[in-house]
């Protein structure tokens, strides 16, 4: 066994996301649904230790629902980057889950971008912003807004993204009801309830006349009509939280997760435990921006 004290070592943090908007246009010829998404990243985020090593790519997760093979994103993230750039340096990362797997919150997009930016400075590769962000696409269309963080517009597939004015907000609670959601079914649904041609591709705008600061009270989410129509206690979710207090409440991503804004900290506590005495997973957060996600990622 290799002593994984002495190796290099890179501690990363892995954020979750929310949508504060996700507006699904039409399914493309590739089978992808063309949106425009408003991401944020927010507080609750997965610890990733990853360090190198002379042999294979090895994954470690403290979650017994992750997969530590193949399949698991993090694992192809390296292994791509490797076939990218031809290193033969091997990798053993580390995840500490905190993120609920299949929650709308981006979880495994997240550990796959910030593994990008460890292996790039542990293996002291040369490679250019424009192959990594490439790479991140070919990962998933999540995973290119997590190598830029905090409030973001996604466009094409969710994979192009641009900051935007960034957002803040103290108190969101996010709520999940215990069941994953896949977010595969979620789109296919969303396309058997709609025209399968759209009018034209719209261009984006913002949704409120105030621009992105009205965003947490003017978070929307297309792929509710859907998911809730299959899953009911999202919907119910949704209504607790608005009954406890909260001054809006919507589905994260393809879900189940739904965040919850509220205006201030005892609210927010007071829901939180009624969601909790209903078994509900929860956490508190508040928003991330892009230059605290990026001071604080790689620290
Ligand atoms: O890109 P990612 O692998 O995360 O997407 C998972 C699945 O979600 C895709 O295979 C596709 O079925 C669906 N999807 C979609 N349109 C998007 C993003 C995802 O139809 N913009």
């Given at each position: 066994?290799?002593?994984?004290e002495k190796l290099p070592l890179i501690q990363i943090k892995s954020y979750a996301k929310v949508n504060w908007t996700l507006d699904v246009l039409f399914k493309r010829e590739d089978?992808?649904?063309?949106?425009?998404?408003?991401y944020q990243t927010v507080s609750l985020h997965d610890e990733l230790r990853v360090s190198e090593t002379n042999s294979d790519i090895e994954i470690v997760c403290n979650d017994p629902e992750v997969p530590c093979d193949e399949t698991n994103l993090a694992f192809k993230a390296a292994l791509l980057l490797g076939e990218a750039t031809g290193t033969s340096k091997?990798?053993?990362?580390?995840i500490e889950k905190r993120i609920p797997v299949a929650a709308g919150l981006g979880g495994g997009s997240s550990n796959a971008a910030v593994t990008l930016l460890a292996l790039v400075k542990?293996?002291?590769?040369?490679?250019?912003?424009?192959e990594i962000a490439r790479i991140a696409a070919a990962l998933g269309s999540d995973v290119p807004f997590f190598l830029i963080g905090g409030t973001a517009m996604g466009v094409g597939r969710g994979e192009q993204v641009h900051p935007v004015e960034q957002v803040s907000c103290e108190h969101l609670l996010l709520v999940n009801p215990g069941f994953a959601v896949s977010t595969r079914d979620a789109y296919e649904g969303y396309s058997r309830l709609t025209r399968p041609e759209p009018a034209s591709i719209?261009?984006?705008?913002?949704p409120t006349a105030n621009g992105v600061r009205e965003l947490p009270l003017a978070a929307r989410n297309d792929l509710e009509e859907v998911v809730l129509a299959s899953?009911?206690?999202i919907a119910e979710v949704k209504r607790r939280l608005i009954a406890a207090g909260a001054g809006h409440a919507v589905m994260s991503g393809s879900g189940?997760?739904?965040f919850g804004v509220f205006d201030n900290s005892q609210v927010t506590e007071r829901a939180e435990s009624e969601m909790r005495a209903l078994g509900y997973w929860t956490e508190r957060v508040r928003t991330v921006d892009q230059q605290e996600y990026q001071a604080t990622i790689l620290s």
């Open positions: 066994m290799p002593d994984y089978g992808y649904h063309e949106l425009r998404t408003v091997g990798a053993r990362i580390e542990l293996w002291r590769l040369e490679i250019g912003q424009h719209m261009p984006f705008t913002l899953y009911p206690e189940a997760t739904v």
